[in-house]
C-alpha cells in the first residue's frame, strides 16, 4: 500500500490469479485498487468486486484503477474472477 495525496493506493498484479491475496489498507480513507495486468488472459481478467457492485474485464496489458469510498475498520473487500477461481481480500483496519 501507498498513499498519494488524501487517497491510499493498494497495488494487486492479475495474472493466473491475483497477488498479493491479502493486503491491509487504512479505515476511513478513501482508496484506490490499482489493478496491474501483463499478458493477462485468464479469468482473472473478468474481475468483479460485488460489496462495490463493480464489474469489468480488465485489459491484457496496462492498469486500471478503482475508485473505492471510505471503508469502516473491520471491512473486508473482496474481488474474485467471473468464475471464483481467483480471489483477492483488502482488510481494512
Given at each position: 500500500?501507498?498513499?498519494?495525496?488524501?487517497?491510499?493506493?493498494?497495488?494487486?498484479?492479475?495474472?493466473?490469479?491475483?497477488?498479493?491475496?491479502?493486503?491491509?489498507?487504512?479505515?476511513?480513507?478513501?482508496?484506490?485498487?490499482?489493478?496491474?495486468?501483463?499478458?493477462?488472459?485468464?479469468?482473472?481478467?473478468?474481475l468483479?468486486?460485488?460489496?462495490l457492485?463493480?464489474?469489468?474485464?480488465?485489459?491484457?496489458?496496462?492498469?486500471?484503477?478503482?475508485?473505492?469510498?471510505?471503508?469502516?475498520?473491520?471491512?473486508?473487500?473482496?474481488?474474485?474472477?467471473?468464475?471464483?477461481?481467483?480471489?483477492?481480500?483488502?482488510?481494512?483496519?
Amino acid at each position: 500500500m501507498s498513499v498519494s495525496g488524501e487517497k491510499q493506493i493498494v497495488e494487486i498484479e492479475a495474472r493466473g490469479g491475483y497477488s498479493p491475496r491479502l493486503s491491509q489498507a487504512k479505515a476511513n480513507t478513501p482508496t484506490v485498487i490499482r489493478m496491474k495486468t501483463s499478458g493477462t488472459f485468464d479469468c482473472s481478467s473478468a474481475l468483479v468486486i460485488p460489496a462495490l457492485g463493480y464489474r469489468t474485464n480488465l485489459p491484457a496489458q496496462g492498469v486500471t484503477d478503482i475508485e473505492v469510498p471510505s471503508q469502516k475498520s473491520g471491512t473486508q473487500l473482496q474481488g474474485l474472477c467471473a468464475m471464483g477461481m481467483y480471489s483477492f481480500v483488502i482488510n481494512f483496519n
